[in-house]
């Protein structure tokens, strides 16, 4: 059974920046595409970002140019770098590995940015 754990979030102040990680149980290498997505207080879940494993990365537009979204095989582990905080990308962050045409994912890792 495949494992996602997500670390990294935290309260932080409007403006600083967050690596948030996503430690896989098996090879990242496996996914054929890995992703980010977030839930807000009372809201949807949404996409945030993906990378497939050839290193194509695709955002949503609400994120472009403040997060990064990257992979490290060799540390089965995924990233997420969000710089330039704001209050509305408060939120639980939960990454996804996608393989055989199945996602699995994690529980979670909430994010609070305080203005």
């Known amino acids: 059974q495949v494992r996602l754990v997500e670390s990294g979030g935290g309260l932080v102040q409007a403006g600083e920046s967050l690596r948030l990680s996503c430690a896989a149980s098996?090879?990242?290498?496996?996914?054929?595409?890995m992703a980010w997505h977030r839930q807000a207080p009372g809201k949807d879940r949404v996409y945030v970002a993906a990378?497939?494993?050839?290193?194509?990365?695709n955002y949503d537009d609400s994120v472009k140019g403040r997060f990064t979204i990257s992979r490290d095989n060799a540390k089965n582990t995924m990233y997420l770098q969000i710089d330039s905080l704001k209050p509305e990308d408060s939120a639980v962050y939960y990454c996804?590995?996608?393989?055989?045409?199945?996602?699995?994912w994690g529980q979670g890792t909430q994010v609070i940015v305080s203005s």
């Open positions: 996804g590995g996608l393989q055989n045409d199945r996602w699995a």
């Open positions: 098996i090879s990242t290498a496996s996914f054929n595409t």
């Open positions: 990378i497939t494993t050839d290193e194509l990365t």
